[in-house]
Each structure stands twice: as structure tokens, then as C-alpha cells.
């Protein structure tokens, strides 16, 4: 079963610029998560997805920050325009909504490092 | 979600059992212990979870204490590949798809 997929792996940019990740999640999975992961810290939720609605958005920036999920497969994560304090690791997540969140297991990809300069 | 405490850094030698704690002491009756893992350069592993039985699976045990408010993941063989962050999380179940909340976890290293 092919994992959580992540472009780009890597990106450095010059602060006020913009700058997008795309995630595709496991095939089936309807809820996809989008996590910032600062240096030193643990993953904070920034969006919740599931299909192509939002669940969750409570923690993103919304001045800076948007994403989509269209057709409630692939998704994208946005920063216009993008700020020192943005660096970080942005991580997507999905998972099986089976019905019993007991048994639902988050499954992250592996992950895109931003560099703002 | 309840907040857990969690001790930064912990040494285990290879081949011996990891006994990682962590301190929910704040937890509520409607939520379970997560255990996930982050090997570097990678995206969090999900490890095992639980109510208020121990658990076990193929990867790690879980113990919880009777009055729940605290619990303990156990890697009973440690090996080098083991070396990760590993996050403590409590997290409501009620509701499909509730968040995790991560905090700093416990940076363990296996030691050949």
C-alpha cells in the first residue's frame, strides 16, 4: 500500500513570497490533515479536511495561510506571503474514516521543508 | 484535550527494554493514550493507543494505570532503529477524526 505522498521534499524562499505543498493521501482515506512542525516542537494541526470539506481550522492563519482539497482527493497548502517565523516542516496526514474514531490511525507523509530567508 | 508530561530525553542500550512514562494526570473518562513516534527526517508513526487496558501489539506494550493518570510504552527489545521521538498524546475519541495534539515528547536513543 503506497504511503502518503509530499512535493516538494524541500524549498527555500525569500520572505514575502508565496509557496505551495501538495499532499495526495492514501487512496481511500477520507480525512486529510495538514500539521506545521517547528523546529524543537511537535506537529501543531493547522487544517482538517474531510472529503473537500473542512472540519477543522481553528489553529490556521488565515491571513497568510489557505488550503484546498477539490475533488476531496488531492490537496494543497498555501503561504502568500511567507514569513521568517513560517520555516518549518509541513507535514500531511489522512486517514480511514471508518465510522469509530477509536480505530482510525493517523498515517503522515514524510514531509516539506520550508526555509524562508 | 488533556495536556501530558513527558521526560525529554531518555538513553536505552540495544537490545535491552525501553520504558518510556508519561504523566496525564488531567486525563478524562472519554479519553484514550496515543503513542506515536518520529524517526528523523520523517513524518510521526503511529505506535499504539489505549483506554484503560494494558495493550499490546507487534511494534510495543502500553500500561496505563488503574486511576488512569499515568501510562508507560515498553520496547521490549530496543534496537538502534528505535531511536526516534516519541510523543505522549491524549486525545477525545468521540467524534471521527478528532485531532492529535502533540507536545515535545521524549527524544530516545538506543546506545549499541
Known amino acids: 500500500e503506497a504511503g502518503v505522498a509530499q512535493s516538494p521534499r524541500y524549498k527555500i524562499i525569500e520572505k514575502r513570497q508565496s509557496v505551495a505543498f501538495w499532499c495526495n493521501p492514501i487512496s481511500g482515506h477520507a480525512t486529510l490533515y495538514w500539521y506545521q512542525q517547528i523546529l524543537g516542537q511537535g506537529p501543531k494541526l493547522l487544517i482538517q479536511f474531510q472529503n473537500n470539506g473542512v472540519v477543522d481550522d481553528s489553529q490556521l492563519p488565515k491571513d497568510r495561510f489557505s488550503a484546498e482539497r477539490l475533488k476531496g482527493v488531492d490537496s494543497t497548502l498555501k503561504i502568500q506571503p511567507a514569513k521568517l517565523e513560517d520555516s518549518a516542516v509541513y507535514l500531511c496526514?489522512?486517514?480511514?474514516?471508518?465510522?469509530?474514531?477509536?480505530?482510525?490511525?493517523?498515517?503522515f507523509g514524510p514531509g516539506t521543508r520550508l526555509l524562508v530567508l | 484535550d488533556a495536556k501530558t508530561t513527558q521526560p525529554t530525553s531518555m538513553d536505552c542500550a540495544e537490545g535491552r527494554a525501553a520504558n518510556l512514562p508519561c504523566n496525564h494526570s488531567?486525563?478524562?473518562?472519554?479519553?484514550?493514550v496515543y503513542w506515536y513516534r518520529q524517526i528523523h527526517s520523517q513524518g510521526p508513526q503511529y505506535i499504539i493507543h489505549?483506554?484503560?487496558n494494558n495493550e499490546t501489539n507487534e511494534m510495543a506494550s502500553l500500561i496505563i494505570t488503574e486511576d488512569r493518570k499515568s501510562s508507560t510504552l515498553i520496547l521490549p527489545h530496543a534496537t538502534l532503529r528505535d531511536t526516534a521521538v516519541y510523543y505522549c498524546?491524549?486525545?477525545?475519541?468521540?467524534?471521527?477524526?478528532?485531532?492529535?495534539?502533540f507536545g515535545e515528547g521524549t527524544q530516545l536513543t538506543v546506545n549499541p
Open positions: 489505549g483506554l484503560k
Open positions: 496526514a489522512s486517514s480511514l474514516t471508518s465510522g469509530s474514531a477509536y480505530q482510525e490511525t493517523q498515517y
Open positions: 488531567t486525563i478524562s473518562g472519554n479519553e484514550y
Open positions: 498524546i491524549v486525545r477525545v475519541v468521540e467524534t471521527s477524526g478528532s485531532r492529535l495534539t
